[in-house]
């Protein structure tokens, strides 16, 4: 197989070296085509059946990998350079000069104040995305997604629906700088505009099943 694989390589069922350490499982002989494939030019599609996860951000045309990296997995990620070798080299040179807009997701307001690590962790991987991915160790950068209550909690357990940023825009939350009382089917008109909320809504986080 290997010599179809690599057609005009002599010699080439020899491994130009250890893999980097997130592929030391795929090191030895029967594992070669798993990354090959049986010819070089498919090396895109072997790579895509284990990391299902990047087939599936390129399908939805979502994250970095629907962007500027549409292009070949080797060229960016060339591997047989030894446990220590970084698999991912980062456009902007570092992790911290990344621009997030290159992932099809701006930060704004005071998520562009967060640490990566505040979004980028275990607890808030979820969806299929997340599931799709072969990753064990540690969160990575793939596998967020971009709903409000994939990280945030919503204290009004659901009662104002999944949409947060009708009411709310991302400097805090508090105020609800887009909700305007007048515009719900209950306008506060004459002594009812000098109530305090509370007085009305009996909880703090303002469900409507409180709503005396
Ligand atoms: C984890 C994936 C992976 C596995 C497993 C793997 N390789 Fe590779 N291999 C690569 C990548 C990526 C390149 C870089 C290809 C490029 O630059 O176009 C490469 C390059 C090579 C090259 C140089 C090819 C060229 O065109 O310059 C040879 C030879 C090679 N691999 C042989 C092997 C052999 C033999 C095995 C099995 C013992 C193996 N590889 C297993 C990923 C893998
Ligand atoms: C048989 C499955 C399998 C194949 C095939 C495979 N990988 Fe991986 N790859 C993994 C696993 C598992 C991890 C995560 C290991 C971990 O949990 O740290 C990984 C991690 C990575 C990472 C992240 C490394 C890091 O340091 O965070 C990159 C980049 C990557 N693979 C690229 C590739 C490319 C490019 C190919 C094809 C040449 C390829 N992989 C083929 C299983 C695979
Ligand atoms: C407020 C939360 C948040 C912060 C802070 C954040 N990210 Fe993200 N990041 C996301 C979300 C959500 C996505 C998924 C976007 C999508 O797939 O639609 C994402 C996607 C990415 C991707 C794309 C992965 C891929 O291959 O598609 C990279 C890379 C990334 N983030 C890097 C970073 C880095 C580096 C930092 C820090 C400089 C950072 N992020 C800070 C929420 C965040
Ligand atoms: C233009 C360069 C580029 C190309 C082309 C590219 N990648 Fe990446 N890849 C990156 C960078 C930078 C990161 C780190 C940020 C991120 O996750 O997007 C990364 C991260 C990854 C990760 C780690 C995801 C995680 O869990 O953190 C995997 C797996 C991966 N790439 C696989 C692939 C595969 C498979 C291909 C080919 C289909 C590919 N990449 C093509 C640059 C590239
Ligand atoms: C991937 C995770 C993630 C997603 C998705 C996300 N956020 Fe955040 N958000 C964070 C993190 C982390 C912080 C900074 C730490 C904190 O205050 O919780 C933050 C901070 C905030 C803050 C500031 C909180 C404060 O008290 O300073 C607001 C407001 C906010 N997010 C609103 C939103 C809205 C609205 C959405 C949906 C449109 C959203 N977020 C989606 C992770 C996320
Ligand atoms: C119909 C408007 C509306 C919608 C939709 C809405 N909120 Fe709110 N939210 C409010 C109002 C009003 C407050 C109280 C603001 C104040 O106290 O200044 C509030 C307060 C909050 C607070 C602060 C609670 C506290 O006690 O500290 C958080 C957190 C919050 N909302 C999260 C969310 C999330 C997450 C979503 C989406 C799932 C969401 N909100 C949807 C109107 C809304
Ligand atoms: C005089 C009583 C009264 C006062 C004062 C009052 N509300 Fe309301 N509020 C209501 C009633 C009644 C409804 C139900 C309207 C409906 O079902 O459309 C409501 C609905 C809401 C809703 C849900 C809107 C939606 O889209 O579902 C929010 C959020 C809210 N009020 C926040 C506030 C806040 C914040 C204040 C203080 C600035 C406040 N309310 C003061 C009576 C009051």
Redesign the pocket.
Known sequence: MLASAFAGHAGAQISPGPLAKAHAELEGSLNCTKCHGTRKSEMNGACLACHKEIAA?READ????ARDAKGSCASCHPDHAGAGFALIKWPDGS??R?D?RK???A?EGK?AE???T???RAKFRSGEIADLSPRKRGAG??G???TCTSCHEDPHAKALGANCVRCHDLKGWKPAPRFDHDSTSYPLTGKHADVKCERCHATEKLAPASIP
């Open positions: 951000l979502r994250g970095y990998h992790a911290q990344f997030h992932a099809g997701y930060l998520h967060a640490e990566c505040a979004c980028h950068w793939v967020l997604e971009q």
